[in-house]
C-alpha cells in the first residue's frame, strides 16, 4: 500500500533572530502492507507529522521516492489524494456547524456518489446518530475524535492516515477508538498512525516503526521488536549503581545504568534473579527495590537511543 525510501524534510524558518534549518526527517524507508495497521511511533518533535504530511501529498519531500496505493507521489498526487483518508492531529471539527454537515461537506468535495447515504453511513458506523445535528462545540473530545475520523472516512478510502488519534482521550475513550480501528483494518482499510503511546504502538499495531530525531530507529512486529532487545528487564534500585553494574554484567546480556536504577536485560528473568541475588550479596552491595518485567517498546527505544522514550518526550 506504501512503499517509500528516503524520505527527507527540512524546514527553514526566518525570523529576526536569524535563520533557523529544522531537518524534521532525515531519511526515512517505510513498507506498508495492505489490510495493517502500521504505527509510526516516537517521541515529540521525532519527524511523525512531517512524515505522514509528506506521504499524504500536503508537503512535497525534498528527497525520497513513494508508491501510495499504486501511484507515484511525486508524479500524481492527485491520483494519492483520491485514494486517502487524513485526519490531523488537531482533528479539524468545526466548532458552529453540525457533525452531519461537516461529514457531509467532505463528502461532496470527494464526489461521493450518495452524499446524504455516505454521510449516515458513517454516523452510523461511528456511533454518532444521536449526536449528529449538534454543533461541533458541544461534543465531548472523543465524540470529536470520532467526527474527524467519519470526515476523513466518508469517500472509503482504502488507505487512512491518522496523526496521533487518541492524544488528550481518557482511557475508556482511547480503548473505544482503538476497537473502532481495528473494526477498520477488518473492513480492509489500511491505517497508517502516528503516536508517542507505548501501550497503543504495542496494543494497536501489527507493525511499526521507531523514528527519533527523523530517523527510523528500529522496525518491525511490536514483538518482534521486544525479542530482539532481550526477554526480560530486572529494575533494580541498590546503593552502588556503577559497581552493582560490573557485578551483574557475567549474568546479564546488558546491563544499564539509567538515572537511579539499574536495569538489567536477561533472556529469563525468574530463573537468573536467585544469581543476581546472590552476586550482589556477595559483593556487599545494599538493594532497596527489585522489579522483573517482559521488556516493552520502551526499552526497545532505549537500546537503541540511549534514552526511554519518556524522558524523550519530556525534554523535546
Ligand atoms: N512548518 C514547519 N516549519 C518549521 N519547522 C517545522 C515545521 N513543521 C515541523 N517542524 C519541526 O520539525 C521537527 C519535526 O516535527 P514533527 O511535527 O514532524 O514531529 P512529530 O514527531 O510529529 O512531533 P509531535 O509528536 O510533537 O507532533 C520539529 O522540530 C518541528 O519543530
Redesign the pocket.
Known amino acids: 500500500m506504501i512503499e517509500a525510501q528516503g524520505l527527507r524534510k527540512t ?1 527553514t ?1 526566518r525570523s529576526r533572530k536569524g535563520t533557523q534549518t ?1 531537518e ?2 532525515r531519511g526515512v524507508d517505510l513498507d506498508v502492507e495492505k489490510g495493517e495497521i502500521f504505527g509510526v511511533l ?10 505522514i504530511r509528506m506521504l499524504s501529498t500536503l508537503i512535497t519531500p525534498d528527497a525520497g521516492t513513494a508508491v501510495i496505493a499504486g501511484h507515484d507521489l511525486r508524479k500524481d498526487p492527485a491520483a494519492i489524494r483520491r485514494e486517502l483518508g487524513y485526519v490531523s ?1 488537531a482533528g479539524g471539527v468545526e466548532d458552529t456547524t453540525s457533525a452531519r454537515a461537516q461529514i457531509m461537506m467532505a463528502a461532496r468535495i470527494h464526489s461521493v456518489d450518495d452524499p446524504k447515504g455516505a454521510t449516515a453511513g458513517v454516523l452510523e458506523r461511528f456511533d454518532l446518530a444521536e449526536i449528529a445535528d449538534r454543533p461541533g462545540r458541544t461534543l465531548s473530545g472523543g465524540q470529536k475524535r470520532r467526527v474527524a475520523i467519519a470526515i476523513g472516512l466518508v469517500h472509503n478510502p482504502p488507505l487512512l492516515f491518522l496523526d ?1 488519534p487518541t492524544t488528550g482521550l481518557d482511557p475508556q475513550n482511547r480503548a473505544n477508538l482503538w476497537e473502532r480501528i481495528r473494526q477498520l483494518r477488518e473492513a480492509g482499510t489500511s491505517v497508517l498512525l ?1 503516536t ?1 503511546y507505548l501501550d497503543e504502538a504495542d496494543v494497536l499495531c501489527d507493525r511499526l516503526m521507531i ?1 527519533d530525531h ?1 530517523l527510523v530507529v528500529a522496525e518491525g512486529t511490536p514483538a518482534a521488536l521486544k525479542r530482539e532487545v532481550s526477554g526480560d528487564v530486572i529494575t533494580l534500585r541498590v546503593n552502588e549503581l556503577e559497581r552493582a553494574a560490573e557485578t551483574l554484567k557475567p549474568h546479564a546480556r546488558e546491563t544499564r545504568v539509567d538515572e537511579d536504577v539499574l536495569r538489567v536485560y536477561v533472556d529469563d528473568g525468574e530463573h537468573t534473579l536467585p544469581a543476581l541475588l546472590r552476586a550482589l550479596e556477595e559483593q556487599g552491595l545494599a538493594l532497596t527495590s527489585i522489579a522483573l518485567d517482559r521488556s516493552t517498546l520502551d526499552d526497545v527505544f532505549l537500546a537503541k537511543t540511549g534514552r526511554t522514550l519518556r524522558d524523550a518526550g519530556a525534554a ?1
Do not use: Y
Open positions: 524546514f524558518t529544522v524534521a526527517v516516537g517521541p515529540n518533535g521525532a519527524g511523525k507529522t512531517t512524515t492531529q496521533e502516528s508517542h523514528v527523523g523535546a
